[in-house]
Structures are given as C-alpha cells and as structure tokens.
C-alpha cells in the first residue's frame, strides 16, 4: 500500500498539469490508465476511506477533492458549522494511497460568484432529503458535475480509457441523482456506489455526527435499529408494518421523524400501501431521517426477501 502524501493543489489549472502527469506516468509505463475520483466535503472518518480505498483497488490514479459546496446547504449556519480538518483529511487520503488532492478554495470552483445556470434535480430532487431542503439537490448535482468535468482530460489524456467516480450509499438520494444525471447528460464515467460504513453502535459514520451530546448518540442509533428491524422482516418475507416501527421511532424523546419509507431502490419511488400487511419478497430500500438534537441524520438500509420473488415490480405486483 501506498501511503507517501499525496500533492495537494488548489487551483484547476495544477489539478489538470498534475493529473496529467500521473496518468502519462502509468502510460509511460506501458498500460492504459484508469482514473478513479472521489468527491468529499472533507472531515473525513472511516465512511470517506472506504470510497477512496475503493478507487484505489480499481484505478491506476486515484484523485480527491475536498470542497465544501456552499449552494448545497440552505442554511448558512450549517456551512458555517461544517467541519474543516484540511490536514488530517491529507493524513487519511494517504493511508488510502490516494494520489493527488484537489481542495480549491470557493473562487477557483466560484469564479463568477455562485452560478446562474445550475443543474435540475427535477422531482426526485424535491423529495425526501430535498422536501425539507430545497435547491439541495440542484446545488449538489451542480457542483459534481463541476467536478466531473475537473477529473475528465486527464481520463481522456493518454486515450480512451475507464473513468470512475465513487459515491457513499449512505447519500442513496444523491447517489441516485448522480447516477441520472450522468445518465440523462451522457457524462462519460461510470458511478461507483459503495457500501455504508457503520460505528459499532450501529450509527452510520457522519461528518456531523461529531456535534451529537452522549444521549443524543444513543438516541441516534435509534435510525438504523428501526431500519434492522424493516431489514429482519423482509428477510423473513413478513410484512413491514413500517408505522408500527416510525412509532417506535417517534416515541424516543430526543428523535424528530421526519421520514421513514420503503421504495424502489433505483427510483426512490415509494412502494406504496402493499408491503405494509402483504408478506414482504423482492427488492428495496428503507429510507430514515430525523433530526437528533442540532443534527439532521440520514440512513437507509437494503430490504431483501429470502424467497425473491424477482424484483421489487414482482413484489409490488402480487401485493
Ligand atoms: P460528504 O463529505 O459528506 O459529502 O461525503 C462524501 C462521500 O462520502 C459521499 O459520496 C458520501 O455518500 C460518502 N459517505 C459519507 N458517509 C459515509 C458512510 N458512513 N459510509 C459510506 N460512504 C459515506
């Protein structure tokens, strides 16, 4: 494993001389190389390194950025609020054998100021994480698109060659999103989801997980034990009985429920009233989110009925 520092630029003119190079270096070498990307906002924990060590297991050059989107957080307070830890992202980024850093200051991405043109989210942005955060989607979308596009001469610089960009499931609606969007756009790279990484408690690894008291920490675990319980009774093929389980949730003191769904996992579509009471079989994703003290907490969790009956369509169709 690689674990010298990698270079760490800030400007998109040393990230396409720097990426260059390294992609001509494996090409000098002989072989046609791939380019893997991984997105943050920094404040990286083991959730982060997972994608990196991810692109490092698939790509001959791996390169981060670190940068915290301001058209993304409705509330200046939360941007205000996020964390910065530059140095100790690098540390991290290292041990994950990363290659080079882009972390530009908000000009480099903003040169104009904040964009008047900016990609639609279209409905699947207005649901779920995007009803109680508006434009959210838009602004994130944007912004990976702008990354996207910094990553892209150095995959196509020594020729064709594969193009990968890795994103945590534990975001399944900007996953999702992303996945469209260089769908519907024909953006040339392929969108890597990688598994959610989780603290023994079962709380999934967040970098605003850290402005949780002790009780609030406890109570957060609170999501993803609900999430088990959907997960124990689809692989049962019981029926969810997904109110019983957003009560539970709703009675901890400390926990506000703002949403608690079951739906189709490539299209977020609810599945509507069948799995309630029907025994579960097939394919879903169980979407949670509340609000813990000052903290917002999103998680999900892959259903799947022992007895699949096919797909989700199947399963919707013989409820
Ligand atoms: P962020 O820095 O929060 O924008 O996250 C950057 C990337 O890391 C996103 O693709 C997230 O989905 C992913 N990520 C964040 N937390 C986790 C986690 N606990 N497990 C897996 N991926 C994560």
Sequence with gaps: MKTSKPRVVTTRQELAKESQ???????????????GLVPTM?????????????????NDVVLATIFVNPLQFGD????????????S????????????VFAPPLEE?????????????????????????????????TVVAKLLHYGAPAATSQGPTTYRAYFGQKDAQQLALVRRMVSDLNFDVDIVGVPIVRADDGVA?????????????????????????LARRAAANEPLEMDEVAELVHAHPLVDLDYLEVVNPDTLEPLGENCRYTPFTGRALALIAARVGPVRLIDNMELSGVHDGGTWE??????
């Design 314 to 319: 199947h399963s919707r169709a013989t409820g």
């Design 21 to 35: 190079r390294l992609m001509q270096e494996v090409a000098a070498a002989g072989s046609r190389p791939s380019l």
């Design 42 to 58: 920094g404040a990286l924990h083991q959730g982060h390194e997972t994608l990196a060590r991810a692109a490092r297991a698939d």
């Design 205 to 229: 690894l967040s970098s605003r997980n850290r402005f949780l008291g002790p009780d609030e920490r406890k109570a957060a675990a609170t999501l993803s034990s609900a999430l088990r319980t």
């Design 89 to 100: 992202d690098v540390e991290i980024l290292a041990g994950c054998g990363v290659d080079l």
């Design 109 to 141: 991405v903003y040169p104009d100021g904040l964009p008047l043109v900016r990609i639609s989210a279209g409905a699947l942005g207005g649901k779920f994480e995007g009803a109680s955060r508006p434009g959210h989607f838009d602004g994130a979308l």
């Design 76 to 87: 200046t307070g939360d941007l205000e609020r996020y964390p910065r830890t530059l140095e």
